[in-house]
C-alpha cells in the first residue's frame, strides 16, 4: 500500500462513476453507482487492513500545496478510518435499496450518492481545516436534492428545514476557523490538535462550534429537522442520513471541540450533560407516541446520539471508546432498521403502524431481521448497541451519577417504544387483506440484510476489533483533556475487601 494514494482513488472513483451516471440510462446507471461503491468499500477494507495499530497517529498521508494556505491534505487516524469504513459499507447498500423504488430521474439520483460518497469520505479525511470546512458543507447539497426530488409529500418544506438549519450553524464555525488560522497561523489539524488557545478565546470558538455540530448531530433542542427529513426522504435518504450524516457532528465534537478547546470543553462540561440528560428522556418518550414508523425511529437516533454526546464529555477512556461504539452501532442498526420501515412501505404504501399487523405469519425472514435490528437498538448483550451503550454507561456513571442515571432511563424507555413498534407491526391477527398478500424479503433485500445482521453481531461479539483502531487516539484526547477534567461525583473507589487483599499483597512481597 505504501505509495498508493488511496484516499485520494476512493474520493476519485465516486467521483468519475457520478459524472458517467449523469449522461447514461437508469439500468447502466445503477449498475455504474453499484460498482463504483462496491470498489470503494473494497478500498475501505485495504485501508482497514493496511491499518498500522500502535503505529503513528496519522497514515495513508497525502500533501499537496494547491494555493495560498490552501493545500489538498488527507490522512486517517483510527477513528477516521472506522467512520470511512462505516461510510463505504453502508453505500452500496443504499444503492441496492434503491433498485427499484426509484423510477424517475435515477442517473441523477445514483450521481448525488455517489458525490455524497465522496463528501463523507473527504470530511473524515480531511487534514486541512478549510478543506474539512468545505466537504462538511458540501453534504448539504446532494442530500437536500435527494430529499427535495425524491422525498415525500411534504419534501420542499423538509429539504429547506434541514439546508437552513445545518446551514445557519455552519456559518458561526467558519468564522471560528477564521479566528483560529490567524491566531495558530496554519490551517493544519493535527498541528492544531496541540495548539494552545488562550482560555478566553476558546470559549468562543466552543460556542461556534457547537452550534453547528450540535445542529448536525442533531442535539435537543435544534432536533425538528431530523424527523422531518426522514419522514419525507426515500429510504436509502433515511439510510444514509442516519447511518453516516449524523455521525459528522459527534466527529466534530472528538475531532475539534475536544482537544482544541480542553478548557472550554471542560466548563460547558454540564451544559452537554443537560442537554443529553433531556433529549435522551424527552425524545424517548416522543417516541412512544409516534404513529408513523419512520418518524419513531427518527426519535430513537435523537435518543441514541445524546448517549454519544454524554459518553464523549465524560472525559475518560471508557465514555469515549463507547460512544464511539455507539456511533458505529447507530450506523449500521438505524440504517438496517429505516430499511425494515422501506420493505413494508416499497409493498403498502404508507408508513402507519396501525395499517401493519401479523407479519410473522406471512413474512417470517423479515420478522427474524427486524427482531434483530429491534434487539440490537434496545442493547441486547450479544449486539452492537449493548457493547457501546455499556461502555458509554461505565463512563459517564465515573462523570456524573445523575447523567448516568438519565441516560439509563432514557435506554428502559427506549426498549419501551421499540418492543411496543415491533409488537405492532409484526404480531397480532392478521386481518388486512393487503397485508395478507404482502411477500416476504426478496433476494435483493436478503442481500442488504445479512450484511448488515452480521455486522450488527460482530459487533456485538468480538467488539475489539472496532475498538483497537481507535484506542490511541482515545488516549491521546484523553490526556490533552487530563489537566482541565473536572473531578466527577461518583467516588469510585476500592472495595474494603480488595483493598486489605492488596496491602496484604504488598506486605507479603516486602517481607521476600
Known sequence: MSGLPILSLMLAVP?????????VEARPARAIALAATLIDFALGIALWANFDIGGAQWQFVERADLFGRFQWALGVDGVAMMLIVLSTFLMPLCILASWESIKERVGLYMAMFLVMEVIMIGVFAAQDLLLFYIFFEGVLIPMYLIIGIWGGQNRIYAAFKFFLYTLLGSVL????????????????IPVLLNYDFPPEMQTWLWLAFFASMAVKMPMWPVHTWLPDAHVQAPTAGSMILAGVLLKMGSYGFLRFMMPMFPDASAQFMWVVFALSMIAVIYTSLVALVQSDMKKLIAYSSVAHMAIVTAGLYAFNQQGIEGALIVMLSHGVVSAALFFCVGVIYDRLHTREINRYGGLAVNMPAYALFFMLFTMASIGLPGTSGFVGEFLSLAGIYEASSWAAFACT???????????????????????????????DISPREWAIFVPLAAVTLWMGVYPESFLAPMRGDVTAVVARLAPAKPAGDAHVAVGKAKAAALGEAHHAGGVQ
Open 15 to 23: 467521483a468519475i462513476a457520478a459524472i458517467l451516471c449523469l449522461f
Open 173 to 188: 464555525m467558519l468564522v471560528a476557523m477564521i479566528a483560529m488560522i490567524r491566531e495558530a497561523g496554519t490551517t493544519e
Open 409 to 439: 432511563t432514557g435506554i428502559i424507555l427506549g426498549a419501551a417504544y421499540m418492543l411496543y413498534l415491533y409488537r405492532r407491526v409484526v404480531f397480532g391477527e392478521l386481518t388486512k387483506d393487503d397485508v395478507k398478500a404482502m411477500p
